[in-house]
């Protein structure tokens, strides 16, 4: 199961104002702005890598997610984030 | 006839308070506010304000200095870390590209300082990224960068770009959309026209592999390139900082490496450059007192002729320290300043090319002064 | 110490072309020499409030006007500000010598600051908070700066924003506020009693004029101010006052690209854009009069909870 995780060992740093939030990429160092379930997935891999599957129920308090199909948002979500320089995928571990 | 050499007394006063500073902090805190002002000043034209605040801090010592002092030292340290940070992704950025192709590649100067994690790096004040690269791959590097995004400035003309391909040691500047360092290529250390060859080969085949899709110079190696540099370029606001680079990776290196000076000189008589590296290190030991092993010495003054090297050592230490701005324009520094120039020039190229370049450059220095609008940065 | 506007022509001439005026603007001093004679009753006016430190030992900034071309013709004199052996500009015509300063000292302490957060913005304080408006284009944020200030608000800056990293507080860098072409006779009509620096026509920006700063504002210019308002005007002929929220997400965004040095700074960059406005109130503000919107902006601050 492929895992996610921030990328770079720097503090992701967020300022969250209502239902937007302004990350700070330790990495990049670029700023971006992001909606609440973005920041609440972000906040979850900054303590755990996580598969996409865990992170789905997150996603129930972004407004986009009335009726839409979890999984489908949640990568669309990953995606978005990854493109973004945020999170990465976790190598695939050889010997497992 | 005993040689006088190099000595931070005939430096003009903030100059010297600067050099002062820098080889003890523990001094700052007997200056008074005229001469910090002297000394920042000095320090922020010679890319030194940084260095100097990384010093004072290392010492202990930032909570003492004036709180205006403070503040510019402050500011330095976020620049000096904003290049820092860049520099470290910009290389991350050209290893992932050359990767693949297999190019190996030796980071330069400051670039090879800060990526080594070196003590001397903190607050340097980088504007680029050099790399080394192998001559018959030059062209490889310069499309395999291209397709991954890096550009040369389009407002260089057609003569800039013969002079870099050409005559010069390396490609124009290169650079991605709205990054902040340029990358430099280089094939060479000095221009190939120029009559010191350091042997291009020996340095990419003696530099240290990092692990890391990098290698940096070898500790020898760094500081010969860092005296060439001192001599050969034409940059005057650079000097005093190549003075202070070399004082502190021999100070860093013997620390670390018995035999480090037996090595100096073997790289340096390697690379046909003894006359520089002896040079560069009169003036670190005139002005920094840098312990000089005896086996430099030695080698040293075997290899200088003596008239010869008064008279480049009087010249240098005129036209090498930077003004120290209350002056005024000093005359003599700026006569002097204009003969290490020719000489810098003499020494990269051939006195036909000279006669050439230098005509070129007074021709389009009058058309772009009267095509300036009022307003425009002239940098 | 003595006030600028209490120096004889002469003597403050004489400064000039000596040792140098020494003005503390607050957050930053700067040494001023000038070769070019005209620069002297121009910089009295506009600076007329500011004492000459003469014991001022270390300065920020130091720069200095110099003729070039040799003597001042008509229409052939230029000048240049040079600073620490940098040029920053191309020559002016020698009649444009003080929007060259101003403009000159902006360039080098935008990149100088970087010990503070700089946001290009005109930065007011009224009833201690500060009122921060960011300038983007079409805002009139000069025009709204020399506005509130000539009805009581205290100048921090009409063109920095200087943020505290440790805390968001607003520093000020009290110095002329600049205005340009048409908002010269708007301001004029509003302020009849202000102090205006002559006009200088054919600048690159237009006609240039200057609003003195007040002496109550150049006396606080050590007091920093706590964060207020973020304000986002528009400025919109016969428009209606028209004052509506911002999220804050939004203003973060314009604040950061609004800024000298957001990217230098890094994480530091963003902690200070954050606190600022998680302190302030955000406010989008459609004006059509200055009335208006000096009004609307009181009635905003007196909103705000009282701080401790």
């Known amino acids: 199961m492929q895992r996610f995780r921030l990328r770079g060992s720097g503090a992701l740093k967020l300022f969250t104002f209502d239902d937007e939030v302004a990350a700070f990429n330790p990495v990049t160092w670029e700023t971006h702005l992001l909606d609440a379930s973005a ?42 984030l990854e493109a973004a320089g945020l999170i990465e995928a976790e190598p695939v571990d050889a010997t497992r | 006839m005993t040689l006088r050499m190099p000595s931070k007394e005939a430096l003009p006063p903030y100059v010297r308070g600067l050099v002062e500073v820098l080889a003890d902090p523990g001094r700052s805190v007997d200056l008074d506010l005229a001469t910090w002002d002297g000394v920042v000043r000095v320090a922020r034209s010679s890319q030194l304000l940084g260095t100097l605040a990384a010093r004072m801090d290392a010492a202990g010592l930032m909570a003492r200095c004036p709180a205006p002092v403070r503040n510019h030292l402050r500011a330095a340290t976020m620049e000096a870390r904003f290049l820092r940070h860049m520099a470290l992704l910009e290389i991350e950025l050209v290893a992932r590209a050359l990767a693949p192709r297999g190019v190996p590649f030796v980071l330069l100067k400051g670039a090879g300082y800060v990526a080594a994690d070196l003590p001397m ?38 003569y800039d770009q013969r002079y870099y391909r050409a005559w010069s040691h390396q490609l124009p500047p290169m650079r991605r959309a709205d990054a902040p360092l340029e990358v430099d290529v280089h094939h060479a250390i000095l221009p190939v026209t120029g009559r010191i060859r350091p042997d291009s080969e020996a340095l990419m085949r003696d530099a240290i592999p990092t692990g890391r899709g990098w290698k940096v110079l070898d500790p020898a190696d760094r500081v010969v390139h860092a005296a060439v540099h001192l001599f050969q370029d034409s940059n005057c606001t650079d000097r005093l900082r190549d003075v202070v680079d070399i004082d502190a990776l021999c100070r860093d290196l013997a620390a670390r490496e018995a035999g480090f000076w037996a090595r100096l000189v073997q790289r340096a008589e390697l690379h046909g450059a003894m006359r520089p590296v002896g040079y560069a290190i009169e003036f670190a030991r005139g002005w920094f007192g840098t312990p000089v092993g005896d086996e430099f010495d030695a080698a040293w003054r075997r290899a200088r002729g003596r008239w010869a090297s008064g008279w480049v050592i009087r010249r240098a230490q005129r036209s090498l320290p930077p003004t120290d701005f209350e002056q005024g324009r000093d005359r003599d520094q700026l006569r002097a300043a204009r003969w290490m120039f020719l000489r810098s020039m003499w020494l990269r190229m051939p006195p036909w090319l000279l006669a050439y370049h230098a005509a070129m450059k007074v021709w389009r220095g009058t058309i772009a002064r009267s095509q300036r609008p009022p307003g425009a940065g002239n940098r | 110490m003595t006030r ?7 003597a403050l001439t004489a400064l000039l072309a000596g040792r140098g005026l020494s003005l503390d603007f607050g957050d930053a001093r700067a040494r001023i020499r000038s070769e070019v004679a005209a620069l002297a009753p121009a910089i009295q006016r506009a600076y007329g409030e500011f004492a000459h430190d003469a014991d001022a030992a270390f300065h920020d900034v130091a720069v200095r006007l110099r003729r070039r071309g040799g003597a001042e013709r008509l229409g052939g004199a230029r000048v240049e500000l040079e600073s620490d052996a940098d040029i920053p500009f191309a020559p002016f015509p020698a009649g444009i ?212």
């Not at chain 3, 600028?4 to 002469?10: G, R, T, V």
């Not at chain 3, 600051?113 to 009139?140: F, K």
């Open chain 1, 39 to 80: 920041a609440d997935v972000l906040e979850a891999l900054a303590r755990a890598p996580a598969t996409p599957e865990s992170l789905a129920p997150l996603l129930s308090r972004s407004r986009a997610a009335e009726g839409a199909d979890a999984a489908q948002l949640t990568r669309a979500l990953l995606d978005q």
């Open chain 2, 121 to 158: 790096a903190a607050g340097r004040m980088l504007r680029d990224v050099d790399l080394l690269v192998p001559r018959h791959r030059l062209a490889e590097v310069e499309s395999t960068l291209f397709d991954a995004g890096w550009r040369t400035d389009e407002r260089l003309d057609a």
């Open chain 3, 4 to 10: 600028l506007a209490d120096l004889s022509i002469d």
């Open chain 3, 97 to 308: 010598h003080l929007p060259l300063l101003e403009w000159g000292l902006n360039y080098l302490l935008a990149q100088r600051l970087n010990h503070r957060l700089l946001v290009h913005a005109g930065v007011v304080e009224l009833d201690g908070r500060a009122i921060v408006m960011p300038a983007l284009p079409g805002t009139g944020k000069s025009t709204l700066t020399a506005a509130l200030v000539t009805r009581g608000a205290r100048l921090l800056s009409d063109e920095f924003g200087i943020v505290d990293l440790e805390d968001a507080r607003l520093h000020p860098l009290v110095r002329p506020v600049s205005l340009k072409n048409a908002s010269i006779d708007v301001m004029s009509a509003f302020a009849s009693d202000a102090t205006f620096v002559p006009r200088f026509p054919g600048t690159r920006k237009g006609t240039v004029a200057y609003l003195a700063p007040d002496a109550r504002s150049y006396r606080e210019r050590r007091v920093p101010a706590v964060p207020g308002l973020v304000l986002f005007p528009r400025y919109e002929p016969g428009a209606q006052i028209r004052v509506e929220t911002l999220s804050k997400a939004r203003a973060f965004a314009k604040l950061a690209v609004n800024s000298f040095n957001y990217e230098i700074l890094g994480p530091d960059g963003f902690d200070a854009v954050g606190r600022l406005l998680q302190a302030s109130e955000v406010y989008r503000l459609s004006y059509g009069s200055l009335a208006d919107a000096i009004d609307a902006i009181g009635e905003l601050v007196s909103r705000l909870e009282r701080h401790a």
